[in-house]
């Protein structure tokens, strides 16, 4: 990865200068007129459009879910990773395959497969429905998919810091005498913790903007099963653009300081396994 | 992705217990079972559940669905041509040159991902639609601005072929190449004004219309284009990286051009990283939902994607036709991991998933 002197190859200002006016053109503009659009309110006015009672119910869903959903990652992604990277078993590659199927399947298909599979006629929810667990249009439906969706994030960062894992340290713990839950208890899981934080962190920015799986399976009642996302898309329907805006911002903001978060997040682990 | 198998078996003190292992083991195949498996299968059998014939009929009889079909197949592939163009340009900015705000570029191309995707079409809503920033001018003349726009990328492309077909070394350029840059930049604007004029003169675009971008086909090409943003730029980044710059500083001491190095060696040398970047780009362009759901309008048979149709079709209880149409979708989404998983074999590690 050398760095180059200016003067040698060619392309750098037309490059530059193509792909800046695209991202800027594409992305930067309209973000910008999003805030732009959400200044022109009052800061009164402001406050009236995301601070109602339904505003409110749906942002405590939609943190709320994507944070159990992220949560649930944590532990289902990291045994997924464990598994992956520390057994060998027939169906192994399979098994790593299909972890990133939530990434390449069409969010609309998701939806629309949890949503007949967990209601009381569904291959699943006719045992689980008599066991009392509603597993569409309800919120545990909401946090059901946004399992779904986010559940790469959390086996890819973990996945490759368990791979370099140092297995010296590991084998000094046993050889003093500690088991293998105490070496990895202490041993393994401080060494995971950086990963784990940046699969929570993506597997959570992930879900709050999920729109298209949660549509389908949440029933989108207001003040019940409705998303952010899904009360941005009903102001939309009633053309009150202000208000979609506010909101908007809102949930641009959330997700604009994950990203930030995941940035650093990631540039510190970096350091530490290097 | 995948380890290489190990050469060594693994240490008696970092194995698990058995009971153990075969409890992860279990509880990762049950947990993937249900949450991956059970789903893909069950979209096949909904598809199926009334037979081949409804199956057929479905897809091809029902004619909003088949626009649908043909509206996925026009915009995805300009989304992606617009997203490799960036891509690839980007790519090379960021991987063979170093210039203030490089780390910030970087940073700023993964900000698609951040944004959740109805909030993206709600944007564009905001600057195009009727209520929008640009609203008003587009719906009362709105084909005025396309002479500018067509005059802008001919102009682009003619640079683009100026200065990567110019030869590198200073001395072996003769006639138009002898010019410096600012030459050329200055013929463009030129060149940029006569054409709009031409264009304009020639009653080129209709006047006086109205310009659809929000509920039409350009909406859905700009809404794709920016929640697909990233891919290709953050799979080619790492390829290029790692590759480095020493075969191109070759071609050109030989005496290539700008477009022979890139066409001749760069591109055969990033190809993979380059495939990779635009199935995972199509797989995402293909599916994506919220972001089109938002400036289409969803008006069944002109601005309805398959995503859209699928929503469409479960909002009218034709559940066998909603899952025809996801069966398409789910098998790209098979397709597209398989050639993922065979690719990742030619590449540098690649980087963790964005959402």
């Given at each position: 990865?050398?760095?180059?002197?200016?003067?040698?190859?060619?392309?750098?200002?037309?490059?530059?200068?193509?792909?800046?006016?695209?991202?800027?053109?594409?992305?930067?503009?309209?973000?910008?007129?999003?805030?732009?659009?959400?200044?022109?309110?009052?800061?009164?006015?402001?406050?009236?459009?995301?601070?109602?009672?339904?505003a409110r119910a749906a942002y405590a869903l939609t943190f709320g879910a994507s944070f159990i959903a992220a949560f649930v990652n944590l532990f289902i992604g990291g045994i997924i990773a464990w598994v992956l990277v520390r057994y060998t078993f027939p169906g192994r590659r399979l098994l790593d395959s299909l972890v990133d199927l939530p990434l390449a399947l069409p969010t609309a298909?998701?939806?629309?497969?949890?949503?007949s599979l967990y209601v009381k006629t569904g291959w699943l929810g006719r045992f689980l429905v008599p066991l009392g667990f509603e597993g569409a249009y309800t919120r545990s439906a909401v946090v059901l998919v946004l399992v779904f969706v986010g559940l790469p994030f959390v086996v890819r960062t973990v996945q490759p810091v368990l791979e370099n894992l140092d297995a010296e340290t590991e084998e000094a713990s046993a050889s003093l005498g500690g088991t293998r839950w105490q070496t990895?208890?202490?041993?393994?899981?401080?060494?995971?913790?950086?990963?784990?934080?940046?699969?929570?962190?993506?597997?959570?920015?992930?879900?709050?903007?999920?729109?298209?799986?949660?549509?389908?399976?949440?029933?989108?009642?207001?003040?019940?099963?409705?998303?952010?996302?899904?009360?941005i898309v009903?102001?939309?329907?009633?053309?009150?653009?202000?208000?979609?805006?506010?909101?908007?911002?809102?949930?641009?903001?959330?997700s604009l300081s994950m990203l930030?978060?995941?940035?650093?997040?990631?540039?510190?682990?970096r350091r530490h396994d290097v | 992705m995948t380890s290489e198998p190990r050469t060594t078996p693994p240490r008696r003190s970092r194995d698990d217990p058995a009971w153990v292992r075969f409890t992860l083991i279990f509880l990762a195949f049950a947990v993937l079972g249900v949450l991956i498996v059970v789903p893909v299968v069950n979209v096949f059998v909904g598809a199926l559940s009334e037979g081949l014939a409804v199956y057929w009929h479905s897809l091809v009889g029902d004619p909003d669905t088949r626009h649908a079909i043909t509206l996925t197949l026009t915009v995805v592939p300009i989304a992606l041509a617009a997203n490799v163009v960036f891509g690839v340009s980007a790519a090379w900015a960021i991987s063979r040159f170093r210039f203030p705000g490089r780390t910030l570029f970087i940073a700023l191309i993964d900000l698609p991902f951040a944004v959740s995707p109805v909030v993206a079409g709600l944007m564009f809503v905001l600057i195009f639609g009727l209520q929008g920033y640009f609203g008003k001018f587009l719906r009362s003349d709105g084909y005025a601005i396309m002479p500018y726009v067509v005059a802008f990328v001919l102009v682009l492309i003619g640079l683009f072929a100026y200065f990567t077909m110019r030869p590198t070394n200073p001395r072996a350029r003769t006639g138009v190449w002898r010019h410096p840059p600012w030459v050329?930049?200055?013929?463009?604007?030129?060149?940029?004004?006569?054409?709009?004029?031409?264009?304009?003169?020639?009653h080129v675009w209709p006047q006086g219309k109205n310009l659809k971008i929000i509920f039409a086909t350009p909406g859905l090409v700009l809404a794709t284009a920016f929640v697909t943003f990233p891919f290709v730029a953050r799979e080619l980044i790492p390829v290029m990286e790692s590759i480095g710059p020493d075969e191109e500083l070759a071609a050109l001491s030989l005496g290539a051009s700008g477009w022979q190095m890139f066409w001749h060696v760069t591109v055969p040398n990033v190809k993979w990283g380059l495939v990779?970047?635009?199935?995972?780009?199509?797989?995402?362009?293909?599916?994506?939902?919220?972001?089109?759901?938002?400036?289409?309008?969803?008006?069944?048979?002109?601005?309805?994607?398959?995503?859209?149709?699928?929503?469409?079709?479960?909002?009218?209880?034709?559940?066998?036709?909603?899952?025809?149409?996801?069966?398409?979708?789910?098998?790209?989404?098979?397709?597209?991991?398989?050639?993922?998983?065979r690719l990742e074999r030619h590449l540098p590690t690649s980087n963790a998933p964005r959402p």
């Open positions: 990865m050398a760095s180059v002197s200016r003067g040698v190859l060619p392309g750098l200002s037309l490059t530059l200068g193509l792909s800046v006016f695209y991202l800027g053109a594409l992305v930067l503009f309209p973000i910008a007129a999003c805030f732009f659009k959400a200044g022109t309110l009052s800061w009164d006015e402001f406050a009236a459009a995301v601070w109602t009672e339904r298909v998701a939806g629309l497969v949890y949503a990895f208890r202490h041993v393994i899981l401080p060494t995971l913790y950086p990963a784990l934080t940046t699969g929570f962190a993506l597997s959570f920015a992930r879900a709050i903007g999920e729109y298209g799986s949660v549509v389908f399976v949440s029933g989108n009642m207001p003040y019940k099963t409705e998303i952010a996302p899904i009360l009903a102001r939309l329907e009633e053309f009150a653009y202000a208000e979609a805006t506010a909101i908007a911002v809102v949930l641009l903001v959330a930030v978060l995941i940035n650093l997040l990631e540039r510190r682990s | 050329a930049f200055l013929a463009a604007a030129g060149l940029f004004a006569v054409l709009v004029v031409a264009q304009q003169a020639l990779y970047g635009i199935i995972l780009c199509n797989a995402r362009a293909m599916g994506e939902f919220g972001a089109v759901y938002v400036v289409s309008g969803h008006i069944a048979g002109l601005t309805d994607t398959m995503p859209l149709r699928i929503e469409k079709l479960f909002q009218e209880y034709n559940l066998p036709a909603s899952f025809a149409v996801a069966s398409l979708l789910t098998l790209l989404a098979i397709v597209t991991l398989v050639v993922k998983s």
